[in-house]
């Protein structure tokens, strides 16, 4: 685990460019990848096994935190999900593109696997 046990945060407007991107993923000690997200209905409430950092680079959408409250996503956002928050990504109208880092190495889509949030480890 490389990042501090808790909620999922959103910080808004923190980077300009992918190489502001690279360099937080490096400090973090996270493996780097790609995901494009195009049209999707708002996913259920979940949690991954792994940390996580998701930074917006494309279009706009939002995520729920823990509480059932929508927060906006737009370009220039990073997303903080330790293992264990519960969160959901949401309504995407269009095309969405992030820069994933993961804390281990793998297929994103199988690492990132939605999990019960009756059965995180995290409390609240």
């Known amino acids: 685990m490389v990042l501090k046990p808790g909620p ?6 923190f980077f300009k460019t992918k190489d502001e ?12 990848s790609v995901y494009v997200s195009d049209r999707m209905d708002e996913l259920p409430p979940h949690w991954h096994d792994l940390d996580n950092c998701g930074y917006v680079m494309q279009g706009s959408s939002y ?22 928050a519960i969160h959901a990504e949401g309504k995407v109208e269009d ?4 820069i994933v880092g993961l804390s281990e190495p793998g297929n994103l889509l199988e690492k ?11 409390k609240y």
């Open 63 to 84: 995520v729920i935190d823990e509480k059932g409250e929508r927060i906006p996503l737009n370009p220039g956002d990073k997303l903080h999900i330790p293992a264990g």
């Open 95 to 98: 095309q969405m593109i992030y």
């Open 21 to 32: 991107v690279l360099d937080d993923i490096k400090k973090l000690d996270l493996w780097p």
């Open 112 to 122: 990132l696997s939605l999990l019960d949030p009756k059965d995180s480890p995290l």
């Open 8 to 13: 999922m945060k959103v910080i808004h407007n």
